[in-house]
């Protein structure tokens, strides 16, 4: 389907749709219907279109790669860019996923409960990612979640999920650092993501 048949669509959101499972969404990279070129995730069971990569995407993101390894150490592992398995019909690809340290990610994928802080590089999909995703990571238990608003220079974090929202929202001054409440000790100058 191309772009002008999708616009067509959007104007009947009531209109019945095959949704589907992660595991049909492996067997189509299996198969080859997917490949690494079809920047896609599965969101509650529909194919979504990941945005562009932008250069002021990738400086943000390389910045934060670096602190967060840093950051981080060994009480946790940066995965960039992978897949969390929030439920059977929704696999998102964050930015960032800082997982509890464990041996078996080779196994399965990380599920919510592995999951202790999801980052959202946003610039074109800020509005995705605040309205969809942080509420998908809300609903699924997701503690804390980063979003890196390249928009306005600035980074929102999400915390105390309930539901499909979070309870805490801030916006720390660039002077200030990031905090991740489930490693202590672990500070991220806001000022060094956008530098």
């Not at 194919?47 to 602190?67: K, Y």
Request: include cysteine; proline fraction near 7%.
């Amino acid at each position: 389907m191309d772009r002008e048949d999708l616009g067509l669509l959007s104007r009947y959101p009531a209109t019945p749709r095959r949704l589907w499972t992660v595991d049909e969404y492996h067997q189509m990279g299996e198969a080859g219907i997917l490949t690494e070129e079809d920047r896609v995730e599965l969101i509650e069971g529909e194919l979504v279109e990941m945005a562009p990569i932008g250069s002021e995407h990738v400086a943000a993101s390389n910045a934060l790669t670096h602190l967060l390894v840093l950051a981080v150490g060994d009480r946790g592992i940066v995965s960039v860019g992978n897949p969390v398995r929030l439920t059977r019909r929704s696999e998102p690809q964050p930015d960032f996923a800082i997982l509890k340290p464990r041996d078996d990610y080779r196994k399965t994928l990380p599920r919510p409960e592995d999951t202790m802080l999801a980052v959202e590089v946003a610039n074109t999909s800020l509005d995705f990612d605040r309205k969809v995703k942080l509420a998908l990571y809300a609903r699924n238990g997701i503690p804390e979640v980063w979003i890196v608003n390249l928009v306005a220079g600035e980074v929102e974090v999400y915390r105390e999920p309930v539901g499909d929202s979070d309870t805490s929202c801030t916006r720390p001054d660039r002077s200030d650092s990031l905090t991740i409440e489930a490693i202590p000790g672990v500070l991220i100058p806001v000022a060094k993501i956008f530098a």
